[in-house]
Nanobody
């Protein structure tokens, strides 16, 4: 499975973006799908993820502002980013994990830049 992320860009603080991640194969076997981000000089961190049952998990810093969703029929996972802050700036990576094969997949990353 290959993951292709898109939708990043430059936005002013308070603005919104929507990130898309398209998988080359079926995501039905993926127990978890989500998004991580890496800011300059910092480690990669979990932003949000959703499991096969639809349960979601968010980083405290994005709760109430970001929404993750997945469409198994379309093999996509999306991240809606609202009320963006400069500290949300970073490269956002799509991620998928199969608890069946124990394999983790990463997309190539998409840049999100929030100006103050």
């Amino acid at each position: 499975v290959q993951l292709q992320a898109s939708g990043g860009g430059l936005v002013q603080g308070g603005g919104s973006l929507r990130l898309f991640c398209a998988a080359s194969g079926s995501v039905l076997s993926m127990s978890d799908m989500g998004w991580y981000r890496q800011a300059p000089g910092k480690q990669r961190e979990l932003v949000a993820r959703i499991n096969s049952g639809g349960s979601t998990e968010y980083a405290d810093s994005v709760k109430g502002r970001f929404t993750v969703s997945r469409d198994n029929a379309a093999n996509t996972v999306k991240l809606q980013l609202n009320s963006l802050k400069p500290e949300d700036t970073g490269v956002y990576y799509c991620n998928a994990y199969s608890s069946y094969s124990l394999i983790e997949y990463w997309g190539q990353g998409t840049q999100v830049t929030v100006s103050s």
